[in-house]
């Protein structure tokens, strides 16, 4: 809340998968330092919305700006040329974003995991590397299972490691899409703190989540999408509690 | 008949030995009793009539003396042998080192977004899979019969260098040229359905990492297509080591056609085609087991504990003339 440009801006994004659709002029702005969480029941475009944002998805029309730079586009009078991946990719390493299904290599230990970004981006050796790992993995709780490969922990732990992972590319913003979804209840818990403890920090978090008990208590801004267009944004304590959308209404009574 | 009018289905319909069970047994004497498994003859007497047949082949092939194994051996290790034995190795590594690198392009090119890349791979396929090794192989050789000379220039245009093509297309080249291209084909389905047994999150992740394409392509996406396409890949191998053979029939000096100089010259046939039979079998053996040990290299990580590494723990395992070892299987949690 200081004045400054956002983090993020996100400006008219529409997406079509085929005649479907999904994302129908969205416009969103996220706060340096501030934690947005993104609700809406399934298909509302919340899953397409993120991976807009680090260009996992070409938008149809519309752009994402974070940090000033469009992401994937680059302007020269008066279009919009996709970049070159070479550039998308140094956008991206600056863009950490954590997966439903964790997405780790299954083929690599738990410390190659987290390195293989920074090395191969050329940002760290690997003994500096390795060494950020290791206070990465002590932070979410970890210490000691560097050499563990992924299938060998439970879903929480391969969750915590995907958030080490995408820490130790020291991002920006992190993208989190449905992070809790895919565990066993008692295992949410972990991967939640983890979360608070790094919002805590400062980080900038967009996240999509059904966990509306974590966007009570951390989120900065509640945004609620339905049928691909934001119908109600505000702060958590005025969205969740008195919802002015009919159908953001029927989501939160039927959730909470 | 007699229960149906008593009204009953008691004892009648099962025989007498219900008596024996009814004996009172302790526990005791239960726990104390030793457990005899189901016997199983079908098994022991089907395992004699193997045993027997195999005797007699092993028999026969000791006692038949027109298998000269006195020949064999006199032949097994000479000049001319092992002249042969060393091209169709070379050859063999030659063709499919290209035709991998070929293939992974023509996979590469069938999984892009391009349409023309996509057709053009797939028409290749098409097309070299339907034509058997040995036509193709025949029609490289009479290539100078179809084009005099081959040069390289401007499309439609000038030229810079022209050669014969009969003076360039020797019979060596023509066997190289033509089991690469073959290769090439069937390497490309093999990568092609090893790339697509990865999950696409995997990439996903890789991207949003920021990594470059062709990182994520060689450390993430093909490490992981490595368990599908080694299977597959020693077969192809092991296919072609024996394939390399059809060159004999354009005067390519390899295994059969070294053998096949000698027998044209003395008639000991058969003992000279048990000479390349042996060494087949021997090269084949070798790559069984380099094969294994590949496996074993890229199941890092997955679901199945890894195999064992000592030579005398896989022959235990996989060789069926050691007793069955009874092991508790390990769990991954």
Not at chain 1, 119 to 137: E, N, V, Y
Not at chain 1, 217 to 232: I, M, N
Not at chain 2, 148 to 155: D, K, Q, R
Not at chain 2, 222 to 247: D, H, R, W, Y
Request: aromatic share 8%.
């Amino acid at each position: 809340m200081t004045g400054e440009a956002p983090l993020v801006r996100i400006r008219g994004l529409r997406k079509n998968f085929g005649a479907h659709t999904v994302l129908d002029g969205i416009d969103l702005d996220v706060q340096q330092g501030e934690v947005t969480v993104l609700l809406g029941p399934s298909g509302a475009g919340k899953s397409t919305l993120l991976r807009c944002v680090n260009h996992l998805e070409r938008p149809d029309a519309g752009f994402v700006e974070v940090a000033g730079e469009i992401i994937g586009y680059r302007y020269r009078r008066g279009r919009l040329y996709e970049t070159r991946s070479s550039a998308l990719t140094a956008q991206r390493a600056r863009i950490g974003m954590v997966f439903q299904q964790f997405n780790l290599f299954p083929h690599l230990t738990v410390l190659d995991n987290i390195i293989e970004g920074p090395i191969a981006t050329g940002r760290a050796t690997r003994r500096d590397a390795t060494a950020l790992a290791r206070d990465l993995l002590d932070q979410v709780g970890l210490g000691g299972r560097e050499q563990s490969y992924p299938k060998q922990l439970s879903g929480g732990q391969q969750q915590r490691v995907a958030i080490a992972r995408a820490l130790a590319m020291r991002p920006r913003l992190m993208l989190f899409d449905e992070p809790t979804s895919a565990l066993d209840p008692e295992l949410v818990g972990d991967v939640l703190g983890v979360m608070k403890a790094l919002a805590r920090t400062g980080m900038t978090m967009l996240v999509v989540t059904h966990e509306i008990g974590f966007a009570r208590e951390v989120a900065d801004t509640v945004v609620f999408l339905d049928g691909g267009r934001v119908v109600e944004s505000g702060a958590p304590s005025i969205v969740l509690a008195d919802p002015r959308n009919e159908r953001a209404k029927a989501f939160l009574s039927a959730v909470l | 008949m007699t229960n149906t009018e008593q009204g009953s289905l008691r004892l009648s319909a099962i025989p007498s030995d219900t008596e024996t069970n009814s004996v009172v047994v302790s526990d005791t004497e239960l726990l104390s009793a030793r457990l005899v498994p189901l016997r199983k003859p079908g098994q022991w007497i089907s395992a004699a009539v193997l045993l027997l047949l195999l005797a007699m082949v092993a028999h026969t092939l000791v006692t038949n003396p027109r298998f000269q194994w006195g020949v064999v051996w006199s032949y097994f290790g000479t000049g001319p042998i092992l002249r042969g034995l060393l091209l169709t190795l070379w050859l063999t590594a030659a063709v499919l080192v290209c035709g991998y690198l070929i293939g992974i392009g023509l996979a590469l090119m069938r999984l892009s977004g391009n349409p023309i890349l996509r057709a053009v791979s797939f028409g290749y396929v098409w097309l070299v899979r339907s034509v058997p090794p040995l036509v193709q192989l025949l029609f490289w050789y009479e290539l100078a019969s179809l084009y005099p000379e081959l040069s390289l220039g401007i499309p439609f245009g000038r030229a810079f260098v022209t050669v014969r093509t009969a003076h360039l297309f020797t019979g060596l080249l023509a066997a190289f040229v033509a089991l690469t291209l073959d290769v090439a084909a069937f390497s490309a389905e093999i990568v092609r359905g090893g790339i697509l047994s990865v999950e696409p999150g995997q990439s996903q992740a890789a991207q949003a990492l920021g990594l470059s394409r062709w990182r994520i392509f060689r450390r993430i996406v093909l490490p992981q297509a490595m368990p599908a396409i080694i299977p597959a890949s020693g077969n192809l191998l092991i296919g072609m080591l024996k394939a390399t053979s059809i060159v004999s029939v354009i005067a390519v000096a390899d295994l059969l056609y070294s053998v096949q100089l000698i027998y044209n010259q003395n008639f000991l046939i058969i003992p000279l085609l048990l000479v390349a039979t042996i060494w087949y079998v021997v090269l084949t053996t070798i790559l069984s087991v380099g094969q294994y040990y590949v496996e074993r290299h890229y199941a890092r990580g997955g679901n199945r504990p890894r195999p064992p590494s000592r030579l005398w723990t896989i022959a235990r395992a996989n060789l069926p003339i050691f007793p069955r070892r009874r092991t508790t299987l390990v769990s991954v949690s």
